[in-house]
């Protein structure tokens, strides 16, 4: 998230750009970090999976 010093303009009275201020430049990056979040959680359920699988053939092989 931007700090309030990303979005204050040269004077310090007006935002730098209005347009990160807006709800919809809110709205995008919050849809921005949850697709991140689910693309995280999908890589992180096929590296368990496989690590569960990977771990059951080792215990066979014992």
Request: proline share 5%; aromatic share 6%; hydrophobic share 35%.
């Amino acid at each position: 998230m931007a700090s309030q010093y990303n979005l204050r303009g040269a004077k310090g009275n007006e935002p730098a750009c209005p347009e990160e201020t807006s709800p919809a430049h809110d709205q995008g990056n919050l849809e921005e970090m949850v697709n991140q979040l689910v693309a995280d959680v999908a890589t992180h359920e096929e590296a368990l999976g496989f690590a569960a699988e990977t771990f059951e053939e080792f215990k066979e092989e014992m």
